[in-house]
């Protein structure tokens, strides 16, 4: 155990050498114990009881010196946990972008599989005792083991907070934010304090720091297979639905079409055909440019 608290409190240091990194590595790999130890101690100074004992021993030191000398290693430890840029096997803190029409699988330091569409970008941080990313644009179907660290995503107006389970969030531009629970179960945090739990085949959509529920059929999200379905959604998301996979930006050019309802099932993996529908079922007009594609109303 001894060994175990001086790797967690080294691993907790910022500028480790490359050859620490590998005497660390070669430690955990030794032996089952060795990890277990090593976790125990993490999960310990994640605990009520871990932080009690460090307030304990904080309180007794001005009182009593014999007290304080039998909590320091406690104490010691806790303080070596609470510094930032942990390093090693659990740490993971990077910003992934995907450009417009390419679809990317990343797996994470703690073992989630993450799905991300075209134009998306995802910022994680990760290490010993958090698993966070904030999802800033796009879409993204996240499958997260359970691994006693909780999981939360950002996604401006709120945080998604999970423990192991499958979902997928889809952030608009416009500020609106979809979150489809496959398996498991999920929280939605709003920034105005209220909150909402979903448990699978929920819809939760968060939007102007609101938090609704809706119904949906938890199959595989449609966008993964390159799909749009919707009984009720704007022409404004639909088009970013599409924008997603399509090589030449596409814009709705005045608010009147952006306004326009539809319904349907889209094949948003192919854009020229979802115009040319478009264009002959909602009476818009689609204008092809060299740098963009304008999706106008006839009276806009």
């Known amino acids: 155990m ?15 050498s490359s ?15 060795h990890q277990a130890a090593f976790a125990d101690l993490a999960a310990m100074w994640r605990s009520d009881a871990m932080g009690e004992a460090a307030r304990l021993a904080a309180s007794r030191k001005r009182t009593r010196r014999r007290s304080w000398l039998v909590l320091a290693p406690i104490a010691a430890l806790a303080s070596a946990m609470v510094v930032i840029g942990i390093v090693g096997p659990w740490a993971d803190h990077r910003m992934i972008e995907t450009a417009r029409g390419e ?31 904030v999802l800033e644009q796009g879409e993204a179907f996240f499958d997260v ?34 979150v489809d629970l496959y398996r498991g179960a999920v929280r939605i945090n709003t ?16 939007e102007h720091g609101r ?30 639905e599409m924008d997603r996979f399509s090589q030449t930006p596409i814009v709705v050019a005045d608010e009147r079409a952006r306004r326009i309802r539809i319904s349907g099932r889209f094949r948003v993996a192919e854009p020229s055909s979802v115009l040319d529908l478009i264009q002959t079922a909602y009476g818009v007009q689609v204008e092809r440019r060299t740098d963009r594609i304008l999706i106008k109303s006839k009276a806009g």
């Open 2 to 16: 001894t060994e175990a608290a001086a790797w967690v409190n080294w691993s907790t240091r910022q500028g480790a």
């Open 19 to 33: 050859e620490e990194a590998a005497a660390f590595d070669r430690w955990m790999s030794a032996s089952e114990a």
């Open 103 to 133: 679809r990317r699988d990343v797996m994470l330091a703690d073992g989630s599989r993450v799905t991300l569409s075209g134009s998306a970008r995802l910022l994680v941080d990760q290490n010993l005792l958090r698993r966070s990313v």
């Open 145 to 178: 083991p359970h691994d006693g660290r909780p999981f939360s995503v950002g996604v401006g107006d709120g945080v998604v907070q999970v423990m192991g389970t499958a979902f997928n969030v889809d952030r608009s531009e416009g500020g609106r934010t979809e």
């Open 191 to 206: 920034r105005t304090g209220t909150s909402m739990a979903l448990v699978p085949g929920e819809r939760g959509v968060l």
């Open 211 to 240: 938090a609704r529920k809706a119904a949906f059929t938890p199959s595989a999200p449609d966008w993964m297979g390159g799909w749009f379905d919707t009984s009720d959604a704007t022409l404004s998301q639909l088009v970013e």
